[in-house]
């Protein structure tokens, strides 16, 4: 009764045979008897052609193979065997006789092409065997098979010693164990210092065992013994692992043999993990317990053991890092591998952030939150329900520690804004490589504005992602030392950035919107919630995925005096232009104001075009005039910082001469108008500017007088002026900012 | 010319125009770009030249050029050798034609032989020679080699209108995709310029042999050069981002400022009935949206991020499409109709050109590339 793929294999191989000429030749077909049965046919192979090498399969002029066909085939692959066990000591050749064709069936195997497919496999297989290159040079190297019988797996987790001849003797820590997997941390030799808790027997061979491992412990001991490792070491690390169980608890026995790597490269050590059931552990116990040095009954009862006993090999999950390649390791997040990170913030970007990091081997978590898990968020912020009522920071970092417990993962429900004004605790948040801050919060934003205020400034890069009111944008700012400005300096600089793009009106109009219906803010639970955005999981996971992946791009390529943004954006539209933005910052250059304590922070694009007007100026008035020009951006009273973004030159009503600059104001209104209206008043009139050609940047007796008059009238209205100076020469200019205050004219 | 000095004014007061590392040039573009670029002399001298150069114009050198030099009789010879011979067998041609489309008398081969034999009467000087000679007063004997400013590359364009396809003069090499190089020695700046500038309604192309090297094979081919502003009226092609530089010219850069003296928008008030004046608004509409699609494009360049700023300062550019206007600024009406046809330009309207490029410079890099 063949099945359908069965009939379609034979009538493939037929033809095979058919054009072979006699290379190939069927000997037998059995059919199956009842549908669902394997067919299996019967081969001879002509293999005299195929090249030979030393440590090749010295395959005969004719080799039988017994093929069977699954009654799914093309959907279950065909099995090949040896009719014979001969090469059973090569690598590729398991149970003794099966052919193993396939390393990855589930990509190497195509349905489609049927047995003609699977014959030129056959082929390859056959002439790379006799030529000793089914592992070439270069490649991994076919690991030797145990047949596992446990349903225990092992996970190693620490790089094995390198055994010297004859072997390595000793036990592995066993760090977690449930009913699924043992996992095995440092190696102790057995001559070492014994720590406490349970441990596992280990023997390492610095060399190879045959390609099948023995599935009997008089086997194992004697292809041990082959390679000078004496029985009586075997049984007492098996007798030291037994008294460092609890009773009724398995044993494993780790072998470790030379038969991992790259074939041509070096040999590092392949683990095979036998399983010592509880219950015999138990009886060896006893024995031990038993024996006397008069009646050594433990040696007897070992012996007795091994001349029947059976081994349960386990599964083996590899976790060592010399074994394993980490996944992640070309990728973005392998900058984060190691690090030391501050978290401020463990809500929806936060608690998605710290997940991402855990599994990207960061090396330290310091986890910042106030709040605590709520049932609403557990929509879209990585908690479990279990951890309703919890602290954030708490719970992210039990969720840290459960994803990768080699993270040291701190928390901290301590108010960020409060922290930042404890020494020893911004001392602690100042000792990270990077600090990420994903409060979303102004409260946060400004006070790390004011924390990092003073000129220079020393810490971290810190790093800002916050989401747009539906999660289909979000918007990200790197601060960094040599920069002036954290989160809320970016923040401003980005929305001047997109205000000067018609282009990118959708991202200002999310993050500063003008339009009444933005005004009317989500509350999840009417009047009793902080307002907040509406956004699914994985909205959220979406956009911090990629914002997480381009902070780690920025990190891993530093430039230390340049501060940037970058918009993302999920809303879906896949046509037209560009919806993202990135921008960056060169420092700006700060000035310290003497008069009132101000920082002003002169942008370079206001430089520069504070340079072209007195390179204008030298070119056209000689270089004795003065020249000058309106001053723009903004004044933060709070954290005392002016903001110089923009200027103008000087306005045409101005008189220039080498005694004086007079600014005049035509066309400055309308020029702050379409400033205020455009940047959406992040940018207006804040001062002016002028130089003194050939001297010292200080305001002199005129400038006094000057301001003097400005500040006591009521034709300017502000509270304040600016006044910038610019001295010396286009070339080298020299450069001051004084604050005027009202106030100061009016004591 | 005028607008153009105003906007590199600007661009030296930013300290921007010594970071210039291609100038790609274009019909009356050329002569200024060339002026820079083969002087080696600083801004205030090269500006007074410059001015000079203005107020006395080039169509008195190409007059004086015309009628005292022997371009005069080369002119009138290639009138009488080739112009008389190629209107009378153009009469021939097109009896020929008339005759085979009303009798069917088999004419055709005979009118492609004297349409071929036309093409090859000489051409030894014209208006366009005429003008090159001008220039090489200019420019001497100077080749587009020999750039005068340190790490700066040039890029003349020109079209070759037997191909349809752009012909370049550069710094680095010269020739179009369908020639291949030219071989030897480079050509000269003032047959660069010349070729460049040669606008197909005023003068007549350039024609002009060179050997060429295309794919590892030598050729000598003959080319019929006019204004480039015909294939590229900005001459940005050079620059763009995304082209195959195993086909073209390529020089990767990483903003574009485009100084485009054009008077913008037609008013609509003529109504181009005849013959001359519907071709010649033709050409001129062609060549507008030909425009519009180039500066659309690198907008564009710039909003996916292939191009980190384009500015385009536009003599014709309305002025309440400004990001802003200056209380002081030059209005495009104060200055649009002025010809570009290198005539002496008076002292005000040299003002007013200079002024309005140097104005526009500055907002636009103030608004779209204030880092730069």
């Known amino acids: 009764m063949k099945s359908e793929g069965q009939a379609w294999a034979l009538g493939q191989l037929a033809e095979i045979v058919q054009a072979s000429s006699g290379s190939l030749e069927i000997i037998e077909i059995v059919e199956p008897a009842v549908q669902g049965e394997t067919a299996s046919v019967s081969l001879s192979v002509d293999c005299s052609g195929y090249p030979r090498k030393e440590g090749g399969i010295p395959l005969k002029a004719r080799e039988r193979l017994l093929l069977k066909l699954p009654a799914k085939f093309p959907l279950e692959l065909p099995r090949l065997h040896f009719a014979h066990k001969r090469y059973r000591d090569f690598s590729h050749v398991q149970w003794g006789d099966y052919i193993c064709l396939y390393q990855a069936p589930d990509s190497e195997w195509q349905p489609e092409d049927g047995l003609f497919g699977f014959m030129q496999r056959v082929d390859d297989w056959l002439r790379a065997a006799a030529v000793s290159e089914l592992d070439p040079a270069g490649m991994p190297l076919h690991p030797p098979v145990t047949y596992g019988v446990s349903g225990t797996k092992v996970v190693p987790t620490q790089n094995t010693p390198t055994p010297e001849p004859p072997f390595w003797a000793g036990y592995a820590k066993i760090t977690r164990e449930n009913e699924n997997r043992i996992e095995l941390g440092q190696w102790i030799e057995h001559s070492g210092t014994i720590p406490d808790g349970r441990l596992a027997a280990v023997v390492l061979l610095p060399t190879g065992m045959p390609h099948e491992y023995p599935d009997t412990l008089s086997g194992l001991l004697k292809e041990l013994k082959a390679r000078d490792v004496p029985v009586e070491i075997i049984r007492l690390m098996i007798q030291l692992g037994v008294l460092r169980s609890e009773s009724g608890k398995s044993l494993i026995f780790v072998l470790g043999a030379a038969m991992r790597g790259i074939a041509g490269g070096q040999r590092l050590q392949h683990q095979a993990c036998w399983q010592i059931d509880a219950k015999r552990v138990d009886e060896i116990r006893e024995a031990i317990k038993a024996s006397t040095d008069d009646s050594p009954v433990d040696i007897a009862d070992f012996y007795i053991w091994a001349e029947k006993a059976k081994i349960e090999w386990c599964g083996v999950l590899e976790d060592r890092p010399e074994i394993v390649t980490r996944r992640d390791a070309e990728s973005a997040l392998a900058w984060w591998a190691g690090r030391h990170v501050v978290l401020f913030g463990c809500g929806a970007i936060g608690s998605a952030v710290a997940m991402l990091l855990a599994r990207a081997g960061v090396g330290k978590l310091q986890l910042y939150d106030k709040d605590s898990v709520k049932p609403g968020i557990l929509v879209r912020q990585l908690f479990d329900r279990y951890q309703i009522g919890v602290n954030k920071a708490k719970a992210t970092a039990e969720n840290v520690r459960f994803a990768n417990p080699s993270v040291e993962a701190l928390q901290s429900s301590a108010d960020v804004v409060r922290l930042l004004e404890n020494t020893d605790r911004l001392a602690d948040v100042l000792a990270a490589d990077v600090i990420i801050n994903a409060t979303a919060s102004t409260m946060v934003a400004t006070s790390l504005e004011k924390q990092f205020q003073g000129w220079p400034k020393t810490h971290p890069p810190i790093i800002s992602m916050a989401l747009g009111h539906k999660a289909d944008q979000a918007l990200m700012t790197m601060a960094v030392q040599d920069a002036p400005g954290i989160t809320l300096d970016i923040d401003r600089r980005t929305k001047i950035a997109l205000s000067n793009l018609p282009k990118a009106k959708h991202v200002l109009d999310e993050f500063w919107p003008v339009s009444p219906d933005r005004t009317r803010l989500f509350q999840p639970e009417p009047g009793c919630s902080s307002p907040t955005f509406r956004g699914s999981a994985a909205d959220v996971m979406a956009l911090t995925a990629q914002m997480t992946n381009v902070a780690s791009r920025w990190l891993a390529n530093p430039s230390a005096a340049v501060s940037r943004a970058r918009s993302f954006d999920l809303t879906g539209q896949r046509t037209g232009a560009l919806r993202e933005f990135e921008f960056d910052w060169p420092s700006d250059v700060i000035l310290p104001d003497g008069r009132n304590d101000f920082q002003v922070r002169v942008s370079q694009a206001a430089l520069s075009g504070m340079r072209s007007w007195m390179r204008r100026s030298e070119r056209v008035n000689g270089r004795h005039v003065e020249t000058g020009g309106i001053l723009f951006g903004h004044t933060d009273e709070f954290l005392k910082i002016i903001w110089v973004d923009e200027i103008s030159g000087p306005p045409p009503d101005s008189v220039q001469s080498a005694a004086a600059f007079v600014c005049g104001t035509a066309g400055v209104f309308e020029m702050n108008a379409e400033k205020i209206k455009r940047t959406r008043k992040s940018v207006a009139f804040v001062g002016m500017w002028h130089t003194h050609p050939g001297g010292m940047p200080l305001p002199s007796h005129t400038d006094y007088s000057a301001m003097a008059k400005l500040l006591t009238g009521d034709e300017f209205q502000a509270k304040r002026f600016l006044m910038m100076i610019i001295g010396a020469d286009s070339s080298r200019p020299l450069i001051s900012g004084t604050v005027f205050e009202r106030a100061d004219y009016q004591s | ?372």
Not at chain 2, 62 to 73: D, F, G, H, M, P
Not at chain 2, 87 to 108: D, K, N, Y
Not at chain 2, 231 to 259: K, M, Q
Not at chain 2, 277 to 292: G, L, N, P, T, Y
Request: aromatic share 8%.
């Open chain 2, 1 to 372: 010319m005028a607008f153009h000095l105003g906007c590199l004014r600007a661009l030296h007061d930013r300290g921007l125009l010594d970071k210039v590392k291609v100038v790609s040039t274009v019909s009356g573009g050329s002569v200024i770009g060339a002026c820079y670029a083969y002087s080696s002399d600083d801004f205030t001298t090269f500006d007074k030249k410059l001015v000079e150069l203005l107020q006395n114009g080039i169509q008195r050198m190409i007059v004086k050029e015309t009628l005292l030099s022997s371009q005069i009789a080369k002119i009138l010879l290639t009138l009488i050798i080739t112009g008389l011979p190629t209107l009378a067998l153009w009469c021939l041609s097109s009896l020929l034609a008339l005759l085979r489309i009303f009798t069917g008398i088999p004419t055709r081969r005979i009118e492609r032989s004297l349409a071929t034999f036309r093409q090859s009467l000489p051409i030894l000087g014209s208006l366009t020679t005429a003008f090159e000679q001008a220039l090489t007063r200019l420019f001497g004997s100077k080749t587009v080699r020999d750039v005068a400013r340190p790490g700066l590359h040039v890029v003349i364009n020109a079209c070759d209108l037997k191909t349809g396809t752009a012909f370049r003069f550069g710094s680095q090499r010269s020739g179009g995709w369908r020639y291949g190089q030219i071989d030897g020695v480079a050509p000269t700046v003032a047959k660069a310029v010349a070729a460049s500038a040669a606008f197909p309604i005023i003068l007549p192309p350039l024609i002009e042999t060179f050997r060429f090297t295309k794919a590892g094979r030598a050729q000598t081919q003959t080319v019929v050069l006019t204004d480039g502003g015909v294939f590229d009226n900005l001459g940005v092609a050079v620059l763009e981002p995304g082209r195959d530089g195993d086909i073209t010219d390529t020089y990767p850069v990483t903003h574009i400022i485009s100084l485009n003296a054009g008077p913008g928008q037609l008013d609509g008030g003529d109504h181009p009935f005849w013959w001359a004046s519907r071709v010649a608004k033709s050409f001129e509409a062609v060549h507008r949206k030909s425009q519009d699609h180039v500066y659309a494009r690198l907008h564009r360049h710039v909003e996916t991020g292939d191009l980190e700023g384009f500015g385009m300062v536009y003599l014709g550019q309305q002025d309440q499409r400004l990001p802003h206007r200056p209380a002081d600024l030059v209005s495009r009406d104060e200055v649009r109709q002025y010809p570009t046809d290198f005539a002496p330009i008076p002292a005000k309207d040299l003002h007013l050109l200079v002024k309005r490029g140097e104005q526009l410079t500055h907002i636009i890099i103030d608004r779209y590339m204030p880092h730069l």
